[in-house]
């Protein structure tokens, strides 16, 4: 058996902070280790120094969704196999959309997990369709259990997408909207699947900005700067006990910062 984290969306400088102080404590219990880096840099995107922070603090892989190019540097980071980004880019985009991993599980024995990343469509810019890019890597040979990062706006979409690659994947967690949803639940066939993990940022915020900049945007309709909010953060992901390939359970998992864990 493997014991899976997932570490939602990593937000700015106190997503990483809480990252860098947590994990490390609750790192033993798992095998494998899997955290969302899309907003670790300032809120947005990747940067070398961030990906060390993430992967120092326990990552065993990272994954990207819509703001992977926001900084330059993640060109540098592509070809660490610990890194994926978004499977349904178009052919020739840098790097990988999954990894495959050999990961010792329950007593010691080896298995295979694959970490896939895929954004979708509805309200997100344009690109190839994910299930069908789905679809093409599942006809791959020796995958081992297969782990969905799907990065959407659209929790209709989440859906689907569970419903989907239920009984043909062992989880699909979705990331993008930061807020933790409660319908955590293994489909038929031993899928994993939660609409959305939450992230890991400033617990006081709006989805991890500043309050001040949103409600301007919002009670004037006029462009406003938002900044990473300062103050406690909280980590947010999902548990996930896999056997022979399909989930055997499922659970989320939260910590905020001046309280007691998990």
Aim: proline residues 4%.
């Amino acid at each position: 058996m493997l014991r899976v984290l997932f570490v939602g969306d990593v937000y700015g400088k106190p997503g990483r902070r809480v990252l860098a102080s947590h994990l490390p404590t609750i790192k033993s219990r798992f095998h494998f280790i899997i955290v969302n880096g899309e907003n670790a840099a300032g809120g947005f995107g990747l940067n070398r120094e961030s990906f060390g922070e993430i992967t120092r603090a326990g990552a065993d892989c990272v994954t990207l969704g819509n703001h992977a190019w926001h900084h330059k540097e993640v060109f540098g980071l592509l070809d660490d196999p610990r890194l994926v980004r978004p499977l349904n880019f178009p052919i020739g985009t840098p790097g990988s959309g999954y990894q495959t991993f050999d990961v010792k599980g329950e007593g010691s024995v080896t298995e295979r997990l694959t970490v896939v990343n895929a954004l979708g469509r509805v309200f997100m810019d344009a690109t190839h369709n994910p299930f069908l890019a789905m679809d093409e890597l599942l006809s791959k040979p020796n995958l081992g259990a297969v782990f969905l990062d799907f990065h959407a706006e659209a929790t209709s979409e989440k859906a689907a997408m569970g419903q989907y690659l239920a009984g043909r994947v062992a989880a699909v967690i979705g990331t993008h909207t930061h807020v933790a949803t409660a319908d955590t639940r293994i489909l038929k066939g031993g899928t994993a699947f939660q609409t959305d993990a939450g992230f890991t940022g400033p617990a006081d915020s709006v989805i991890g900005a500043d309050p001040a900049g949103p409600l301007t945007r919002f009670t004037t309709e006029m462009h406003s700067r938002f900044t990473v909010k300062e103050g406690d953060a909280e980590l947010n992901g999902v548990i996930v006990h896999i056997e022979a390939g399909r989930a055997v359970h499922v659970e989320r998992y939260h910590f905020q910062e001046g309280q007691e864990g998990a």
